[in-house]
């Protein structure tokens, strides 16, 4: 085989032929490796042993992108800031109510946005947003819609926009709340990211939470990188700061089980000073 046909087969899909735009058959890491390699003035070519015939090009079908989770506490569960609790008691009441409010208040003529509720928890690790998420759910009545982003990102180029849509798709038909964990590295700011497709993605995903009818939460640590546009997009914001010694002491309380063999010089508020 001639240079020429070499680097034909590296720089074209065996499939479709297509490498640099997009193509079901090639991933993310590959196009970006191939890419950086030729642009560079690397010679690039597979190994003899190493290239597979064009029949034999295929990947396993990915995983789903989105878990559906039986949400496993309510809001009595939740050792929380007033703040935050009144925000997400905020969040509840517009929820159960929001039909009230929009119709016969008359608040849709005024509203720019009457569809769907999308909520935007922020604060460190640790902080209670996950099990905030559950609660939400579970207050509801509803199932929790675990977006994987690793599935959801790591997708062959051009499938990315589908699958987006589909997870859309599956958690409004079973009426699910949707949770995306690390929402920042879903969200990122369009001008950060590595490839136009990427880009792509975020629109498609603006689009998505902007158009959505059902619940949507969005839980991170690092609002400061998520795309601004996502703002206006959001109806209801809620910080999750880190617990002061008062909360840590009901954490403490809380986790602990009453018939649990304890020494008597265990001091929950000493514990939480610490």
């Known amino acids: 085989m001639g240079k020429e046909d070499r680097d034909q087969w590296i720089v074209k899909c065996p499939k479709c032929g297509?490498?640099?735009?997009?193509?079901?058959?090639?991933?993310?890491?590959?196009?970006?490796?191939?890419?950086?390699?030729?642009?560079?003035?690397?010679e690039v070519y597979q190994a003899e042993d190493e290239r597979e015939p064009p029949e034999s090009h295929v990947h396993e079908a990915p995983r789903p992108v989105a878990q559906s989770v039986t949400p496993r506490f309510t809001m009595a569960d939740l050792v929380l800031a007033e703040a935050t609790r009144e925000g997400l008691l905020d969040a509840l009441t517009e929820l159960r109510h929001k039909g009230l409010m929009y119709r016969r208040w008359g608040l849709k003529k005024v509203m720019k946005k009457t569809k769907g509720l999308s909520?935007?928890?922020?604060?460190?690790?640790?902080?209670?947003?996950?099990?905030?998420?559950?609660?939400?759910?579970?207050?509801?009545?509803?199932?929790?819609?675990?977006?994987?982003?690793?599935?959801?990102e790591n997708m062959w180029v051009g499938e990315t926009e589908k699958n987006i849509e589909h997870v859309f798709h599956a958690?409004?038909?079973?009426?699910?709340?949707?949770?995306?964990?690390?929402?920042?590295?879903?969200?990122?700011?369009?001008?950060?990211?590595?490839?136009?497709?990427?880009?792509?993605d975020v629109n498609v995903l603006l689009a998505q939470v902007e158009?959505?009818?059902?619940?949507?939460?969005l839980a991170t640590n690092l609002a400061k990188v998520m795309d601004r546009a996502l703002d206006r997009r959001l109806?209801?914001?809620?910080?999750?700061?880190?617990?002061?010694?008062?909360?840590?002491?009901?954490?403490?309380?809380?986790?602990?089980?009453?018939?649990?063999?304890?020494?008597?010089?265990?001091?929950?508020e000493i514990l939480a000073k610490k």
């Open 235 to 268: 109806d209801i914001a809620v910080e999750f700061p880190i617990p002061d010694a008062a909360l840590r002491q009901k954490i403490y309380s809380r986790l602990v089980p009453k018939e649990a063999p304890l020494s008597k010089d265990i001091d929950y």
């Open 18 to 42: 297509r490498i640099r735009e997009s193509c079901r058959h090639v991933s993310r890491d590959d196009v970006r490796r191939i890419i950086h390699l030729l642009d560079a003035g690397v």
């Open 171 to 200: 958690a409004l038909e079973a009426g699910a709340v949707l949770f995306f964990d690390e929402a920042d590295a879903v969200f990122q700011r369009r001008g950060f990211m590595a490839t136009p497709w990427m880009n792509r």
């Open 119 to 152: 909520l935007l928890f922020a604060g460190p690790p640790g902080t209670g947003k996950t099990m905030a998420a559950e609660a939400i759910a579970s207050e509801l009545g509803r199932p929790l819609h675990v977006v994987n982003y690793a599935q959801l």
């Open 211 to 217: 158009d959505y009818p059902g619940v949507i939460v």
